[in-house]
């Protein structure tokens, strides 16, 4: 089994090539670092090379047994985030297509969730729309990489650089390898933990379960986003009760869309009590 960690700037990558004494791999045209279990992918700014750059190592390396690990800054919201500090994505917003990823986080860190918002450019003043986290990448790293790999293989960790109040020529001027290198220790608890689970690695839901999932989704009108958190917070239940049925629910058909969230809402608070 492979981690393949995915950087967008050259001082996200080094902390972790030299935390993992990973090697140059020059027969790419674009920066590769790897050693016997580990390999890191440097992908530039935005999303323009992402899906070329990973298909290209995939095939040439013929790597299957995978996990992804996007470790990179983020601008941060000044109210609800520190600068330096270390959080792990649980939902990752494309401002552009509007999509929304969920990552599955399925086993126990010490880390703090936020949500995510990618956008195309900068942000270099402060806006109150984004309520959390704010990068370039992520959600073509996720859009790209789940073509290859079940959803609970993507991790994405960001630390906070900026409160979205520099310009992109400041912020690369910051000491971003300190930043991460500051986190590495836990990091490197956190991809333990991870490719313990890979070797344990077992389908988690059942075909009960699937059709438990299936049967909800259409009573209750879900929209599609909705469908994905239900699968989430599905296996988050079915991970922390093996043995347990999942809830019963009444026979209803809501009759707005604010019923279908309010329903919706008192599903997940069943799943994840």
Not at 86 to 92: E, F, R, S, T, V
Not at 130 to 146: P, Q
Not at 164 to 174: G, Q
Request: one cysteine or more; charged letters at 25%.
């Amino acid at each position: 089994m492979i981690q393949c960690f995915l950087t967008a700037l050259k001082a996200e990558s080094q902390p972790i090539i030299d935390y993992f004494n990973l090697e140059k791999d020059l027969s790419f045209s674009f920066p590769v670092y790897m050693n016997e279990n580990r390999i890191l992918i440097g992908l530039g700014v935005g999303k323009k090379n992402i899906e070329k750059r990973i298909k290209t190592v995939l095939k040439n390396k013929n790597l299957n047994l995978i996990q992804f690990i996007n470790i990179g800054i983020a601008g941060g919201n000044s109210s609800t985030t520190k600068i330096g500090e270390c959080y792990l994505l649980n939902q990752i917003e494309d401002e552009a297509t509007k999509k929304t990823y969920y990552p599955d986080i399925l086993i126990k860190h010490n880390f703090e969730e936020k949500s995510l918002v990618t956008v195309e450019k900068v942000i270099s003043e402060k806006q109150s729309n984004y309520k959390g986290l704010v990068d370039m990448e992520a959600s073509e790293i996720f859009h790209v990489c789940s073509s290859f790999v079940p959803v609970h293989r993507l991790v994405f960790i960001k630390i906070v650089s900026d409160h979205m109040n520099l310009k992109f020529e400041e912020i690369i001027a910051l000491p971003i390898s300190n930043m991460i290198l500051h986190h590495m220790d836990s990091i490197e608890s956190y991809l333990f933990k991870l490719e313990k689970l890979f070797i344990e690695e077992k389908p988690i839901l059942n075909q009960k379960d699937f059709e438990w999932i299936q049967s909800t989704s259409r009573q209750y009108l879900l929209t599609k986003a909705q469908q994905e958190q239900l699968l989430h917070f599905s296996k988050g239940f079915r991970i922390r009760h093996q043995k347990t049925s999942f809830p019963n629910l009444e026979s209803y058909k809501p009759i707005s869309k604010t019923d279908r969230n309010l329903k919706f809402q008192i599903i997940c608070e069943k799943l994840t009590s």
